[in-house]
């Protein structure tokens, strides 16, 4: 009887320590999701690389996380297609000195992420200081490759 305790015991422990090497090597358990496959988690991190892009002034990384039909709604009533909002971030007529977002909600509906934010920025566009203090939506696809769709920012002064 003991022995087939210690049997049992064994065959136990030696199961852990696979599954613990699994762990190791992968960093999950088969079939349970990473925390950046969570479709929050992704569009949080979408909307991190589109900051992070825009304040760098990187306009391949930006261009990168952008739909083909990528749309931004100006906080004066118009509309920049995504080839002119390219155009605006390479031009060295628009100097970026800080932007940060908080209060950032996320709502997710399928394969669709919508995220509202504040966002808070300062610079300057052909020599004219600008200040902005916005609430803005993102939106987000989800789908095999995650891109931004839209964004429409309305002043808050």
């Known amino acids: 009887?003991?022995?087939?305790?210690i049997v049992l015991i064994s065959v136990a422990l030696l199961a852990l320590r696979c599954v613990g090497a699994d762990i190791v090597a992968t960093?999950?358990?088969?079939?349970?999701?990473?925390?950046?496959?969570?479709?929050?988690?992704?569009?949080?991190?979408v909307l991190e690389k589109y900051d992070e892009a825009w304040l760098?002034?990187?306009?391949k990384a930006f261009d990168a996380l952008l739909s083909p039909s990528y749309l931004y709604f100006t906080s004066t009533g118009g509309v920049m297609e995504r080839k002119a909002?390219?155009?605006?971030?390479?031009?060295?007529?628009?100097?970026?000195?800080s932007g940060s977002r908080d209060d950032v909600r996320v709502m997710v509906t399928d394969s669709t992420a919508i995220l509202s934010?504040?966002?808070?920025?300062?610079?300057?566009?052909?020599?004219?200081?600008?200040?902005?203090?916005?609430?803005?939506?993102?939106?987000?696809?989800?789908?095999?490759?995650?891109e931004v769709l839209s964004e429409h920012c309305t002043n808050l002064q």
Do not use: H
């Open 56 to 59: 760098s002034k990187n306009v």
């Open 117 to 146: 934010t504040l966002w808070r920025g300062k610079g300057t566009f052909q020599g004219k200081p600008f200040t902005d203090d916005q609430r803005c939506s993102v939106v987000i696809s989800l789908g095999s490759k995650a």
């Open 27 to 45: 960093g999950v358990i088969a079939g349970v999701k990473r925390p950046d496959e969570y479709p929050e988690t992704k569009a949080r991190v």
């Open 85 to 97: 909002m390219l155009a605006m971030l390479a031009s060295p007529d628009y100097k970026i000195d």
């Open 1 to 5: 009887m003991v022995g087939r305790r």
